[in-house]
């Protein structure tokens, strides 16, 4: 049956909150975060690139939001990265004006696409194939703009990237058959050991991928190529990235949230960042409160949290609830339990918010519209996830 247009016009779902209104009267789920939180990841994160003389080209995808992307950029980021084409389209339409596209295409689509976002801001993109090189000028040429080219190389991950010099200086000389594109540097990541837990262990990582780059930049310097620009580095490995003498920009993008995976790494008291993003859920249940193994049901399950880094932490006034587990998601279920040795008393009780830490924020964001942007106890603003759903 299909309804009245005035019918249409009534029945919506409106706001999950209200710029004004008390933080605990959030509709849930909902993505909160906290603004004072957030706001010294940004500092913290800006002002160690400015000690060490690096750029800071903050990673878009762990946000999606171009409100944080502008935050970012106010506060001296040289630009964004973005893992897909599509992905940047807000952020260009918001007024960003310079951006790296930290991953290869596939396509005409794609590179059709990237060529036209060329004619708005600037861009740049990796390559691993001669192939994709020639693609990406056909695109330009058609879009009569500019495109500028980054090699990847493999420094341990074994996923995209050239394993050498050579390698590496073939796609250069390509890169450099056409005038539509330039050769921009190298991109040099390493996704694997942002989450090695142990600080030594990680930084013993960050240096091995380090010294990797630093051979090819060398021996690329003796074929007379000079790179402009290696790019890299994440949230895990920055401390030891703007260190290197390597990397003459980063590229991180989860210190602004720290979701609980990274909050599990060790970082020695240096460089470490504050959970500012949480998810806000109600408890929709306490029937089994009460039971020989009590519980309480929350409104956040798999449609609400990406859990492939495991489920999140429980959120307390002044930190992680140690007395709280989130056990197991269920489609719109989560399951709360006491802690092994701590008391059934501590359960929250019906209607009560909930906060949670996201094991993995990057993949979360996408099952969002929206941020609510929280200060002190009241809701300050709501920022769109304008790149949600953008994976093309």
């Known amino acids: 049956m299909t309804l009245p247009d005035s019918t249409s016009a009534t029945l919506q779902l409106g706001a999950c909150a209200i710029v004004g209104q008390p933080a605990a009267t959030i509709d849930t789920p909902a993505l909160m975060l906290d ?3 957030f706001e010294r990841n940004l500092a913290q994160m800006q002002q160690a690139a400015d000690r060490a003389g690096v750029q800071l080209r903050p990673h878009a995808k762990a946000h999606k939001c171009p409100e944080i992307a502008l935050a970012q950029i106010a506060r001296g980021a040289a630009g964004i990265c973005c893992q897909k084409v599509s992905e940047a ?3 260009v339409q918001a007024g960003v ?26 861009m740049s993109v990796c390559v691993d194939d001669a192939r994709q ?17 980054f090699v990847e190389i493999d420094v341990g991950q074994g996923r995209c990237g050239v394993a050498d010099a050579p390698a590496a200086l073939r796609l250069v000389q390509a890169i450099g058959a056409h005038p ?11 996704g694997g050991i942002q989450h090695v837990r142990d600080y030594a262990a990680r930084r013993q990582a960050a240096a091995d991928a380090a010294a990797r780059t630093a051979t090819i930049v060398a021996e690329l310097a003796e074929a007379g190529v000079a790179c402009a620009t290696v790019t890299g580095g994440g949230t895990g490995s920055v401390e030891f990235d703007l260190k290197s003498g390597v990397y003459t920009e980063i590229q991180p993008g989860s210190y602004v949230f720290m979701d609980a995976d990274y909050g599990r790494n060790d970082y020695g008291g240096a460089l470490r ?28 399950g798999l449609k609400s949290m990406a859990v492939d880094s495991g489920l999140p932490l429980v959120w307390g006034a002044n930190g992680q609830d140690h007395a709280l587990a989130y056990v197991a998601a269920n489609d719109e279920h989560g399951i709360v339990e006491p802690v092994p040795g701590t008391s059934a008393a501590g359960l929250p009780g019906l209607g009560s918010q ?11 964001l996408n099952l969002y519209d929206e941020i609510v942007g929280v200060r002190g106890q ?4 709501l920022w769109p996830v304008s790149a949600r759903g953008l994976s093309r």
């Open 378 to 381: 009241a809701v300050d603003s």
């Open 273 to 300: 960042f504050e959970h500012s993003l949480f998810i806000a859920t109600t408890v929709m249940s306490v029937a089994a409160a009460t039971r020989p193994s009590p519980r309480v049901v929350l409104d956040a």
């Open 133 to 149: 090189v020639a693609a990406l000028a056909q695109a330009a040429a058609q879009a009569g703009s500019h495109i500028g080219v």
């Open 97 to 122: 004006r310079d951006i790296h596209i930290s991953n290869e295409i596939a396509g005409a689509a794609k590179a059709a696409l990237l060529a036209r976002l060329a004619r708005h801001a600037r």
């Open 35 to 37: 603004l004072d939180a």
């Open 180 to 190: 539509q594109l330039a050769f921009r540097g190298l991109q040099a990541y390493h």
């Open 354 to 364: 909930v906060l949670l830490v996201p094991g993995h924020c990057d993949p979360t």
């Open 89 to 91: 389209l807000p952020f």
